[in-house]
């Protein structure tokens, strides 16, 4: 697949709790993206962590990156339920030169639920 | 406020009846790009730009036009609409398309073609 696959596919978890989502794919990378839907809404960009990076954080938000195995993960802790919401990872690839052509593939999401 | 915006955010229209979403930048990018969103498909791109004058197709372009003639703007046209474009369609822009920059999506058109 030249696209990533989310898994689970949905989750839903009481405020307070961790949110791990996970993140796989087929194909050589130069980064992948996590973005964040709320229903019907623009997307909006969460981290981008890079081929040569194993791990990130922004605030609540830690990403994994294993080249290795092909996935990535999202981890949200102390949810809220502001966190609702559909959860993307989009692969940024490269040609053979090395040019993204700012190309992302998305993957089909991840829809989180926070119950308060 | 950087953003995107797009316009209309919501359209029905008839099979045939030309139309075009108009997707605007104000953060000097160089990079803008269509997309549509389905249920149980995702986010599929129809078409990108990596500059002023420079744009390409992209997974789903079949139907579409586009045009880019200003930096700022990157309308999106349907000459002929079908009902199987009725669709969820987010204009995006980044930086540069040459090192995988960070994408930032207008608020999306809803598009119901009868």
């Known amino acids: 697949s030249q696209q990533g696959e989310e898994d689970p596919q949905a989750l839903s978890i009481q405020e307070g709790e961790n949110a791990t989502m996970n993140c796989s794919y087929k194909?050589?990378?130069?980064?992948l993206q996590w973005y964040r839907q709320n229903s019907g809404r623009g997307l909006v960009h969460l981290i981008l962590?890079?081929?040569?990076?194993r791990e990130k954080h922004s605030g609540r938000l830690r990403v994994t990156l294993d080249t290795s195995k092909k996935s990535s993960s999202l981890l949200i802790t102390a949810s809220r339920a502001a966190d609702t919401a559909s959860y993307f990872c989009?692969?940024?690839?490269?040609?053979?030169?090395?040019?993204?052509?700012?190309?992302?593939?998305f993957g089909q999401g991840t829809i989180l639920t926070v119950h308060p | 406020e950087a953003q995107v915006t797009q316009n209309p955010r919501y359209l029905i229209t008839v099979t045939g009846k030309k139309l075009t979403v108009t997707c605007s930048q104000n953060?000097?990018?160089?990079?803008m790009s269509w997309y549509r969103q389905d249920p149980g498909l995702g986010l599929r791109q129809i078409y990108y730009?990596?500059?002023?004058?420079?744009?390409d197709k992209g997974d789903v372009p079949e139907g579409y036009k586009v045009s880019r003639k200003e930096k700022r703007n990157f309308p999106l046209i349907l000459e002929s609409p079908s009902p199987n474009q009725t669709s969820l369609y987010f204009c995006?822009?980044?930086?540069?398309?040459?090192?995988?920059?960070?994408?930032?999506f207008g608020p999306g058109t809803r598009l119901l073609v009868l």
């Open positions: 194909t050589s990378i130069n980064n």
């Open positions: 995006a822009s980044s930086l540069s398309y040459r090192f995988g920059e960070t994408q930032y």
């Open positions: 962590i890079r081929s040569n990076e």
């Open positions: 989009a692969l940024g690839k490269t040609d053979a030169g090395g040019t993204s052509y700012g190309k992302l593939t």
């Open positions: 953060m000097n990018h160089e990079y």
């Open positions: 730009s990596m500059n002023v004058e420079v744009t």
